[in-house]
């Protein structure tokens, strides 16, 4: 609805258009008048970004309590697989280190009369030593020590996040979910995440 404010009479008005100011004119009953309709009348459009629906603020997803948490799945899994396949090449080059040395010298039997055990003893010494040399080399010209320290060094990464798993307190059933799946991968690690499940359980008790 417009006002019209005449600066002269009806006819003047009529005779000439531009002296009147046309002002829009806002119910003063409704409380909260429409801005958007306000600003639209007098010629100023409103970007579509600047309009946020309701239903837009409704569906917006409100953060979870266990979001860190669950972040770490991924991270986790990550590792378990990396482990697993440098514990499988480091085995490979292990069965292939036995191979290239052979098998290693049987131990002498103990006999306690005649002195053959201590000659045997020693031709079982001079075996070994000569065994071990065999497997150093083979060892060495495969990699071994190379993939030993890159499967513990993989394996303290995953002692790492296990603990810092086991740290964060869960608070929801999914974060307590989580941490029973991710005991499957902490048995030969830290050992940690079990018990940090009954504390969270405890906590959560607590607050009931």
Same mark, same amino acid.
């Given at each position: 609805? &417009?006002?019209? /404010?005449?600066? $002269?009479? !009806?006819a003047? *008005?009529?005779?000439h258009?531009?002296a009147s100011i046309e ?5 003063? *009953?409704?409380p909260?008048?429409?801005r ?6 007098l010629g100023?459009?409103?970007?579509? #970004?600047a309009?946020v629906?309701p239903?837009?603020?409704?569906a917006?997803p409100a953060?979870?309590?266990?979001a860190?948490?669950l972040a770490?799945e991924?991270?986790i ?5 990396? +482990?697993?396949?440098l @514990?499988?090449? /480091?085995?490979?080059? %292990?069965?292939? @280190?036995?191979?290239a040395?052979?098998?290693a010298?049987? #131990?002498p039997?103990? +006999?306690?009369s005649?002195?053959?055990y201590?000659? =045997? ?6 075996a070994m030593?000569a065994?071990r040399?065999?497997?150093?080399e083979?060892?060495? !010209? &495969?990699?071994?020590?190379?993939a %030993?320290d ?5 394996d303290?990464?995953? &002692?790492a #996040? @296990? /603990?810092?798993?086991?740290a964060?307190?869960a608070?929801?059933? %999914?974060?307590l979910? &989580?941490?029973? /799946?991710?005991?499957?991968h902490d048995? =030969?690690?830290? $050992? ?13 008790? $607590? !607050?009931?």
């Amino acid at each position: 609805m &417009l006002v019209t /404010r005449s600066r $002269g009479s !009806q006819a003047s *008005r009529n005779t000439h258009p531009t002296a009147s100011i046309e002002v829009p004119l806002v119910s003063l *009953r409704s409380p909260s008048p429409n801005r958007r309709a306000v600003l639209a009348s007098l010629g100023v459009a409103l970007p579509a #970004a600047a309009i946020v629906a309701p239903a837009a603020i409704a569906a917006a997803p409100a953060a979870h309590p266990d979001a860190a948490l669950l972040a770490m799945e991924p991270r986790i899994a990550a590792l378990v697989a990396e +482990v697993d396949a440098l @514990c499988s090449a /480091r085995s490979r080059i %292990e069965e292939a @280190c036995y191979a290239a040395s052979g098998p290693a010298p049987d #131990a002498p039997v103990f +006999v306690r009369s005649d002195g053959s055990y201590e000659r =045997g003893l020693a031709l079982f010494n001079d075996a070994m030593r000569a065994w071990r040399a065999r497997h150093a080399e083979a060892a060495e !010209q &495969l990699g071994l020590e190379s993939a %030993e320290d890159a499967h513990g060094e993989a394996d303290g990464r995953l &002692l790492a #996040a @296990c /603990r810092e798993l086991a740290a964060m307190p869960a608070t929801t059933l %999914e974060g307590l979910t &989580l941490k029973a /799946r991710m005991t499957a991968h902490d048995g =030969g690690t830290s $050992g940690d995440i079990a018990p940090s499940i009954l504390e969270d359980l405890i906590a959560l008790g $607590g !607050q009931a």
